[in-house]
Each structure stands twice: as C-alpha cells, then as structure tokens.
C-alpha cells in the first residue's frame, strides 16, 4: 500500500525567506502522481503544485517549486520569498490510479506540516 | 462559477441519527469525492463516484452511503452517528485527467456527541 510520510509536524520562517517542507513516500508503482496542498485557516484545501513521476524536470510555480528525487522517494517543496499568507497547513499527497483505470485517481495525503510565516 | 458547494459548514448530531452532507459542483466533472478529515491527519477517501450511477468504496466507507443520480450532485448520507464519525468531511471533483487536479469544496464540520 501506499504510504506518505511528512516527518515535520510544525516549521517556521521569518517573511521573506526561504523554507523547505519534507516528504517521503512509497509505493512499488513506476508512473503516479504527486502533489502539495495548501490548507489555510478558512479549511480550503488550495492545489499548490503537481509532478508527473515520469518527468525529471521539478515543476514550479512562481515561489513555489519541488525537489523530486524519484529514487530516494522523496518529494520537498520549496517557498522562497515568503509571505504572510502562506501560512497554512500543507499536505503532501500521492494519486493512485482508481479502480476504474483511466488517468484519475485518488489522493492518498500525509497528515500534514503546519507553516507559520512570522513578520 | 461556484465550483463545490457543500451544506451544511457545521452539524453537531447525536449518537444514532442519521443526516445527509449535500455536495453539488457546477463544472460538468465527471468524478466526484468524499474525504473525512480527522484531527492531525491528512484526509481519507470514504467513496468516490466516476459518473452518474457509478460509485465505489475508497479507503473508509463503513457507516456511510452515497448515490450519483446527476453529475452535478453526490450526497453522502450517515445512518446511526456514532462519536468516530466526528470529523471535517470535504467533497471534491475532477474533470477526469490528472492534469487538472481536485477541486475542493470548503467542507463540513460535523461533532456527535
């Protein structure tokens, strides 16, 4: 089965720098799916940024990119320049192909790091 | 476009009844979702649906049911409430390629007490 592992539960940074969340996962599948979540205190869960496991290059998103070392199994997001409205909860998450094939699936999610930007 | 609606935001039942969270996405998605959210997790699957008629079980489907009548609707009934199923529950759908993710709605807080 599928696992995700975010092994920090709480981080901070100061506004304006840069902060690295940590995410291991595991699987015996060649080709899925990973993401970051954003969950601020409104509950919204925000799709902060994918990567297709078959592709080598990280993807980005203006401040936001990922290191995916696809061997080591891992997945860490990076926000550079950061501000006060990422604070927020964020998950980590694998898509598993459902039971109906296609190219959907669903999102199994670590239990999350709590990131608080401070002024 | 208001995306995933779900109703009610907050519930407290008492053990043993039973309620329905409404779900209702204006996007034409094929698939469709419900997550439970407990406290310090990530969030689970309780059920999904890939299209009117069409349902299956995710990963924690005990004390829940769902039906798929319209595309536009998936409710997720609780019969008997029992004290486990305090939690946030979030409904979600997607067009139906992994590209364009999950959209989320802002999910229901539900206490039995």
């Known amino acids: 089965a599928q696992t995700v592992t975010q092994s920090q539960p709480e981080m901070s940074v100061q506004e304006a720098e840069t902060v690295t969340l940590s995410c291991t996962y595991d699987t015996s599948e060649s080709n899925y799916y990973l993401f970051w979540y954003k969950q601020p205190p409104s509950r919204q869960m925000i799709l902060v940024i994918r990567q297709e496991a078959y592709k080598q290059q990280n993807a980005t998103e203006n401040r936001f990119s990922v290191n995916f070392q696809k061997a080591a199994k891992s997945f860490s997001l990076k926000i550079s320049d950061s501000q006060l409205g990422d604070t927020a909860m964020y998950f980590c998450?694998?898509?598993?192909?459902?039971?109906?094939?296609?190219?959907?699936?669903?999102?199994?999610f670590g239990k999350g790091t709590k990131l608080s930007v401070k002024p | 476009n208001a995306g995933v609606t779900q109703t009610p935001k907050f519930r407290i039942l008492k053990i043993g009844q039973s309620m329905t969270l409404q779900c209702t996405q204006d996007?034409?998605?094929?698939?469709m979702y419900w997550y439970r959210q407990d406290p310090g997790m990530g969030l689970k699957l309780i059920y999904y649906?890939?299209?009117?008629?069409?349902?299956d079980k995710g990963e924690v489907p005990n004390g829940y049911n769902v039906s798929r009548s319209t595309t536009e609707d998936f409710p997720l009934r609780l019969e008997l409430a029992a004290p486990s199923q305090t939690s946030v529950y979030f409904c979600?759908?997607?067009?139906?390629?992994?590209?364009?993710?999950?959209?989320f709605g802002s999910g229901t807080r539900l206490t039995v007490v």
């Open positions: 996007m034409n998605h094929n698939y």
């Open positions: 979600a759908s997607s067009y139906g390629t992994v590209n364009y993710g999950y959209t």
């Open positions: 649906s890939v299209g009117a008629g069409i349902t």
């Open positions: 998450a694998f898509m598993k192909l459902l039971n109906y094939g296609g190219s959907q699936g669903n999102l199994i």
